[in-house]
């Protein structure tokens, strides 16, 4: 099993709605990530978890909370979005936390839409 | 921090035609280097990637790519190109500054006429 998956794959949601981005995988992989993507534009880093503990945040607004529950779960909590918040989140996974000397697989992503 | 610059935003080839898509990296050291492809609305697949040993690296889909140290490049190529190769390729390097993430560069789309 060499894949990364993410619930759901579309989501609309209003301004004041909650809601949670769920990613999934089974390969052991200790290091997992969550990027967003807007058209037409390279992933943008948002957060790292390396065994379970979140390592990095690329100065994200508190509007959006990580949650790494276990190793092969991480969560995406939202919270009073705005429209420009709109984009493809993506969510990874590396063998290994604290190193980049593997590559990181990716889910299909998370076609997000505020309204 | 380590960067990644890909100077084309957008190349069209024709059917069979080959391709090369250029990559360069700002690192002193030997990067760890990857390619990258997105379909629309799609994640992103891994199509090859460098660490260390023969420059000349093979990857999935036909695609090959070759990692030059004195030109800091690490260039995609495929010899022969198909419709369905029409994508966004992203080329990304491992920063090891002391943040181990992917910092990927801006892509570049391409287009594939019949």
């Known amino acids: 099993d060499t894949e990364v998956t993410q619930t759901p794959k579309h989501l609309v949601m209003g301004m004041t709605n909650k809601k949670s981005l769920k990613c999934e995988q089974h390969?052991?992989?200790?290091?997992m990530y969550w990027y967003k993507q807007k058209a037409k534009k390279p992933p943008e880093l948002m957060f790292v978890?390396?065994?379970?503990?979140?390592?990095i945040n690329e100065s994200v607004p508190s509007r959006f909370s990580p949650e790494c529950p276990n190793s092969s779960l991480l969560n995406l909590h939202l919270h009073a979005l705005q429209p420009e918040d709109s984009a493809l989140y993506l969510c990874a996974s590396s063998l290994r936390g604290g190193t980049v000397n593997t590559e990181a697989f990716f889910g299909q992503g998370t076609r997000l839409t505020v309204v | 921090a380590q960067s990644v610059t890909q100077p084309d935003i957008h190349i069209t080839v024709s059917e069979g035609a080959s391709l090369e898509l250029r990559c360069n990296y700002s690192?002193?050291?030997?990067?760890?280097l990857f390619w990258y492809v997105q379909s629309p609305g799609q994640g992103l697949q891994l199509l090859l990637k460098?660490?260390?040993?023969?420059?000349l690296v093979q990857g999935i889909k036909g695609f090959e790519a070759e990692f030059k140290r004195s030109q800091s490049s690490f260039n995609l190529r495929k010899p022969s190109v198909h419709w369905s190769d029409a994508a966004e390729y992203f080329c990304a390097v491992g920063d090891i500054s002391g943040t181990y993430k992917y910092i990927f560069g801006t892509g570049t789309r391409l287009k594939v006429l019949a």
């Open positions: 390969m052991g992989h200790r290091a």
């Open positions: 460098y660490f260390s040993g023969d420059t």
């Open positions: 978890y390396s065994y379970e503990k979140l390592s």
């Open positions: 690192y002193g050291a030997t990067p760890y």
